[in-house]
C-alpha cells in the first residue's frame, strides 16, 4: 500500500511541476501576443496617417488635373479660332487667285 501511495506522491508532483510549466508557458504566450497587439495598433495608426496623405495628394492632383484641363480647353477653343481663321484666309487666297490654264 506504501508503493501505491508512493506513486500517487509521484504523479501528483508531475502534475504540479507540468501545470506550472504550462501555466508559464501561457503567461509567455499571453504576454507575446500583448506586444504584438499593441505593434498592430502602432500599424493601425501609421495606415490611418498614410491614408490620410494619400487622400490628401489624392485631391491635390485631382485640382490640378481639372486646371490643366480647363487650360487644355481654352487652348483647344483658341487653336480651332485661329485654324478657322486660316481656313477662311485660305479660302479667300485661293479664289482671289483662280489659275487660268
Do not use: C, P
Amino acid at each position: 500500500m506504501a508503493a501505491a501511495w508512493g506513486a500517487i506522491g509521484v504523479m501528483t508532483a508531475i502534475s504540479i511541476a507540468f501545470f506550472y510549466y504550462l501555466g508559464t508557458k501561457i503567461d509567455y504566450m499571453g504576454s507575446r501576443i500583448d506586444g504584438l497587439g499593441s505593434r498592430i495598433d502602432g500599424l493601425g495608426s501609421r495606415i490611418d496617417g498614410l491614408s490620410a496623405n494619400v487622400e490628401s495628394q489624392g485631391t491635390a492632383l485631382g485640382s490640378r488635373i481639372d486646371a490643366l484641363s480647363a487650360k487644355v480647353d481654352s487652348q483647344g477653343t483658341a487653336l480651332g479660332s485661329r485654324i478657322d481663321a486660316l481656313g477662311r484666309q485660305l479660302e479667300t487666297h485661293v479664289t482671289g487667285h483662280r489659275h487660268v490654264g
